[in-house]
């Protein structure tokens, strides 16, 4: 059965979810206390790049879209922009790249195929972000859908066939829904903010850069020389909760039980298995296996975009290192703004909803 997102005017309608498509935002902040975990687009990057091409707020609610395989339809006058991986996305037949901002008419069909392999590191996800964003309640403060628990987003589930979805008002005049297509320069990587080409191999390990974990002393050295040694395989047993990798089996020095911890996105835990796991942005709040590291916030991004059976590299940074990464990626962010604004794209507040 149809269902529509709200009181407001069905704006898009969905013809084929593909394998996972979800009403995301910036995540819901501030209610850990509680056992609610943020959730949210997984790659906040892309979700604001596309939002910010149509211009919403950072934290406008998108669609987040896993492997492709969907197919859209607008039932209004409209503009979007895509952002993440390549699915070879077509509007009424003819090519749409990512970060690419276009005007859409009412009765047109955008389809995404299937991950691109052509290129060197293909993806999983890619976000569609439209003016005025997607129209669903507000839950604690977000319209993320908490698949987990089963609330916020459209009913707390997965999107599927025949769902019709509202837009919320559009900081853009009729005019500029209506302007030429527009893009940015695609960052084919990200290091810290600044653009450097991605590696040509497609076996080519992705690296994150870690911070040391809070239970990090519990590992020996030569534990310690494997993690960031190895090539970790990302495992089919991974999802938005976390990733789990395959590698050498990681040794405590200590095994003692430990009282349950806060965690984050990010975080890295190592199980009895030896095999860790990283933390992503619908994991629990709490856990109780050691935490030999956590990737910093600036490679989140990586992680979000790394394939299943895609192989990870750890990188050991400081928390100098760290804090500088993520300053030179909100720089980078702040000069795409300012582009923006030179075209009388409106400037709203970074994170509203």
Not at 2 to 21: E, F, I, Q
Not at 70 to 83: G, P, S, V
Not at 86 to 91: I, R
Not at 281 to 306: E, F, M, S
Request: glycine share 12%.
């Amino acid at each position: 059965m149809s269902s529509a997102s709200s009181s407001s005017a069905a704006a898009l309608t969905v013809l084929r979810p593909g394998l996972l498509a979800s009403v995301q935002d910036l995540g819901r902040q501030g209610h850990r206390q509680l056992g609610v975990c943020p959730g949210g687009a997984l790659d906040g990057l892309a979700l604001t790049l596309a939002n910010r091409l149509v211009g919403n707020a950072a934290g406008a609610a998108g669609l987040e879209l896993t492997l492709g395989a969907c197919a859209l339809r607008f039932e209004q006058d409209t503009r979007m922009a895509l952002a993440g991986d390549d699915f070879d996305a077509q509007l009424d037949g003819l090519p749409v790249r990512p970060l690419w901002s276009l005007p859409v008419r009412a009765g047109q069909t955008l389809v995404l195929g299937g991950a691109n392999r052509a290129r060197a590191k293909p993806g999983v996800r890619s976000w569609l972000a439209v003016a005025g964003g997607i129209d669903v309640p507000l839950l604690l403060g977000s319209r993320s859908t908490d698949l987990k628990a089963g609330f916020g987003g459209l009913q707390g589930r997965a999107l599927r066939k025949g769902d019709r979805l509202g837009l919320g008002p559009s900081a853009l005049s009729a005019a500029q829904r209506a302007q030429a297509a527009f893009g940015l320069r695609e960052p084919q990587g990200w290091d810290g903010g600044a653009k450097v080409p991605q590696q040509a191999a497609v076996d080519a390990p992705t690296v994150l850069r870690v911070l040391p974990g809070p239970e990090a002393h519990q590992f020996d050295a030569a534990a310690k020389a494997q993690f960031h040694a190895a090539h970790w395989r990302i495992t089919p047993q991974s999802n938005r909760m976390g990733s789990r990798l395959e590698g050498p089996a990681l040794r405590r020095v200590e095994e003692a039980d430990m009282l349950s911890s806060a965690v984050i996105p990010g975080t890295v835990q190592v199980p009895p298995s030896g095999q860790p796991i990283i933390l992503m942005g619908d994991a629990q709040t709490t856990g109780g296996y050691p935490r030999i590291a956590v990737v910093i916030r600036a490679d989140l991004w990586k992680l979000a975009q790394a394939p299943l059976g895609g192989r990870l590299q750890m990188q050991a940074v400081d928390a100098a290192q760290a804090l500088t990464a993520w300053q030179a990626q909100q720089r980078h962010l702040a000069q795409i703004e300012a582009a923006l604004a030179m075209r009388g794209w409106p400037v709203p507040s970074q994170h509203a909803a």
